[in-house]
């Protein structure tokens, strides 16, 4: 079974300031999907960024980018520049691939304020 | 072109009836997974459906339980209500998985709410 791990609960950052939010996760399998999704408040959750495990290189997204470490089993998400529009719970998550894809493991989030 | 649609928004029970919630994917996807949030928490797996079969289910009794029609909507019911089951459902809609379809697009949820 996989676990994913967010072990940073409240983070908050300043506007315009970088900010790194942690995600660890276990698991057995080789090929694998990543995500970060967020949810702000009362709103609907969206994806931030998508990694595949067979990727060296990390995924970028505008403003969003990820340091994923393989072999430490390591994906956290950085935000540049942040603006007040970023406050929101983050959720890491993960997904195999192949038989079995399509059941998520998702960690418990990480509620990031952006302060003015 | 419309997201993910989930009815009823708001749904308040009481202990021991059934709750009946729907959802209705993005067009073109036939995938549909079911969440449950409680409070502040992270989202558990309940159920992913694909072409009208249970492809997957999450550690949850048999109480709930759901079905995928042929529109590939999807129906989530939950009997036998306990206090516990009160949470935010979320339903989240794909291409199949295995076809590279690992994108999940969530609706904006049904809040249980049981008495």
């Known amino acids: 079974a996989q676990t994913v791990t967010q072990s940073q609960p409240e983070m908050s950052v300043q506007e315009a300031e970088t900010v790194t939010l942690s995600c660890t996760y276990d698991?057995?399998?080789?090929?694998?999907?990543l995500f970060w999704y967020k949810q702000p408040p009362s709103r609907q959750m969206i994806l931030v960024i998508r990694q595949e495990a067979y990727k060296q290189q990390n995924a970028t997204e505008n403003r969003f980018s990820v340091n994923f470490q393989k072999a430490a089993k390591s994906f956290s998400l950085k935000i540049s520049d942040s603006q007040l529009g970023d406050t929101a719970m983050y959720f890491c998550?993960?997904?195999?691939?192949?038989?079995?894809?399509?059941?998520?493991?998702f960690g418990d989030g990480t509620t990031l304020t952006v302060k003015p | 072109e419309a997201g993910v649609t989930q009815s009823p928004t708001h749904l308040i029970k009481t202990r021991g009836q059934q709750a009946t919630l729907r959802c209705s994917p993005i067009?073109?996807?036939?995938?549909v997974y079911w969440y449950q949030q409680a409070l502040g928490l992270g989202l558990q797996f309940l159920l992913w459906?694909?072409?009208?079969?249970?492809?997957n289910r999450g550690n949850f009794p048999p109480r709930f339980s759901g079905r995928q029609f042929p529109n590939y909507s999807s129906e989530l019911n939950v009997n036998a209500l306990e206090l516990e089951d009160s949470a935010l459902y979320l339903c989240?809609?794909?291409?199949?998985?295995?076809?590279?379809?690992?994108?999940?697009?969530f609706g904006p949820g049904t809040r249980l709410t049981v008495l």
């Open positions: 698991t057995s399998e080789n090929n694998y999907y």
């Open positions: 998550a993960f997904m195999k691939h192949g038989t079995n894809a399509g059941k998520s493991t």
């Open positions: 459906y694909d072409e009208g079969e249970e492809r």
């Open positions: 989240a809609s794909s291409l199949y998985p295995r076809t590279g379809g690992y994108t999940q697009y």
């Open positions: 067009s073109g996807h036939t995938s």
